[in-house]
Nanobody
């Protein structure tokens, strides 16, 4: 199973970006998907996730600003980021969990990982 994240880049504070994660080699519709991020000098943290059934949850730091969706026909999960802040600057990773859920803690328990895409937000 391979996860390919894309769409990162640069944005000004208050702006928007969308990152995507395309999954190949497995049954995407069965997977729960998580978005995680890691800023320089910080631990990797949970951003949000979407279950196999489409339920979502978000970290408090992004709630109301970020949204996650999935397109099972395209084997792709999306992270829409709005009202971006400089503290959102990080490498963003997608991760898959075979059981249809995702981890908000013990992030390493996800089964598959993408390579990460850098998001930079300037003030």
């Amino acid at each position: 199973v391979q996860l390919q994240a894309s769409g990162g880049g640069w944005a000004q504070a208050g702006g928007s970006l969308r990152v995507s994660c395309a999954v190949s080699g497995g049954t995407f519709s069965n997977y729960g998907m998580g978005w995680l991020r890691q800023a320089v000098g910080k631990e990797r943290e949970f951003v949000g996730g979407i279950s196999r059934s489409g339920g979502t949850s978000y970290a408090d730091s992004v709630k109301g600003r970020f949204s996650i969706s999935r397109d099972n026909a395209k084997n792709t999960v999306y992270l829409r980021m709005t009202s971006l802040k400089p503290e959102d600057t990080a490498v963003y990773y997608c991760a898959a969990e075979r059981g249809g859920h995702y981890y908000t803690r013990n992030l390493a328990n996800h089964d598959y990982w993408g390579q990460g895409t850098l998001v930079t937000v300037s003030s």
